[in-house]
């Protein structure tokens, strides 16, 4: 995939999220603050004027204005996750003119453990790394699978929709949902369900 490729599928990601936002909307406000759908809309709509305006060398600078506009822009704890999921995976890569199913690969693993670290969530505690850690790992067993960019993402947005899935069957150990109790299972996590969002519409747009 070409840079120009790349900046024009996260400007569709980031047109889904923005469409998405009283989804998001409404799943936070069952077990949460109801911020996140605005939060992620805000953020993304920044998103998308940055890559419109910014000069793009490299496939690493996308995730860079990505993750930076996020931390800019979203604020609170989860602009800071958010970000972390674009600006942690690129550090210390040498720059891409062109990006394959390998460095998604490489890159989100980076960045899941870098999440990881930072908001200490395993999965099976109800957040965002319920769907990004399924999503790595299909990423990673297509490339040893050898599979298409095509069939590799497709795999992710599945593993991430089945993670999503799986967070209404969790308690919540983070964020508001944790006074929920026993009462926040059945229901879905919204993080979980923006990851979801972004691998899906990447799979989309790869496999139009
Ligand atoms: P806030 O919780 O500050 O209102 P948002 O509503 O935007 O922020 O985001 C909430 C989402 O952030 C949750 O649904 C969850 O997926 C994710 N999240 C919260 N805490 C963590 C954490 N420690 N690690 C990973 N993800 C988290
Ligand atoms: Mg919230
Ligand atoms: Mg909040």
Same mark, same amino acid.
């Given at each position: =995939?070409? /840079?120009?490729?790349?900046?024009?599928?996260?400007?569709?990601?980031?047109?889904?999220?923005?469409?998405? *936002?009283?989804?998001?909307?409404?799943?936070?406000?069952? /077990? &949460?603050?109801?911020?996140?759908?605005?939060?992620?809309?805000? !953020?993304?709509?920044?998103?998308?004027?940055?890559?419109?305006? $910014? +000069?793009?060398?490299?496939?690493?600078?996308?995730?860079?204005?990505? &993750? =930076?506009?996020?931390?800019?822009?979203?604020? !609170?704890?989860?602009?800071?996750?958010? !970000?972390?999921?674009? /600006?942690?995976?690129?550090?210390?890569?040498?720059?891409?003119?062109? /990006?394959?199913?390998?460095?998604?690969?490489?890159?989100? $693993? +980076?960045?899941?453990?870098?999440?990881?670290?930072?908001?200490?969530?395993?999965?099976?505690?109800?957040?965002?790394?319920?769907?990004?850690?399924? #999503?790595?790992?299909?990423? *990673?067993?297509?490339?040893?699978?050898?599979?298409?960019?095509? *069939?590799?993402?497709?795999?992710?947005? #599945?593993?991430?929709?089945?993670?999503? *899935?799986?967070?209404?069957?969790? $308690?919540?150990?983070?964020?508001? #949902?944790?006074?929920?109790?026993?009462?926040?299972? !059945?229901?879905?996590?919204?993080?979980?369900?923006?990851?979801?969002?972004?691998?899906?519409?990447?799979?989309?747009?790869?496999?139009?």
């Amino acid at each position: =995939m070409k /840079i120009n490729e790349l900046k024009d599928m996260f400007i569709a990601v980031a047109d889904k999220i923005i469409q998405s *936002e009283d989804m998001l909307t409404k799943i936070d406000l069952q /077990i &949460g603050d109801g911020d996140h759908g605005t939060g992620m809309a805000l !953020g993304f709509k920044n998103v998308k004027k940055e890559l419109e305006r $910014r +000069k793009i060398d490299y496939a690493e600078d996308v995730f860079k204005i990505i &993750g =930076m506009t996020l931390l800019d822009t979203m604020g !609170g704890a989860s602009g800071v996750l958010f !970000g972390t999921v674009f /600006i942690s995976g690129i550090t210390s890569r040498t720059p891409h003119t062109e /990006i394959e199913l390998q460095d998604f690969a490489e890159i989100f $693993r +980076k960045s899941l453990e870098a999440l990881k670290k930072r908001g200490k969530a395993k999965c099976g505690d109800k957040t965002m790394v319920d769907a990004f850690e399924p #999503a790595v790992f299909a990423l *990673e067993e297509s490339v040893e699978k050898k599979l298409s960019l095509k *069939e590799g993402t497709a795999n992710a947005a #599945a593993a991430a929709e089945s993670g999503m *899935e799986n967070t209404k069957k969790y $308690r919540a150990k983070f964020g508001r #949902a944790k006074y929920f109790g026993d009462n926040a299972i !059945g229901l879905q996590d919204a993080g979980a369900t923006s990851i979801w969002l972004i691998f899906q519409e990447i799979a989309d747009w790869v496999n139009v």
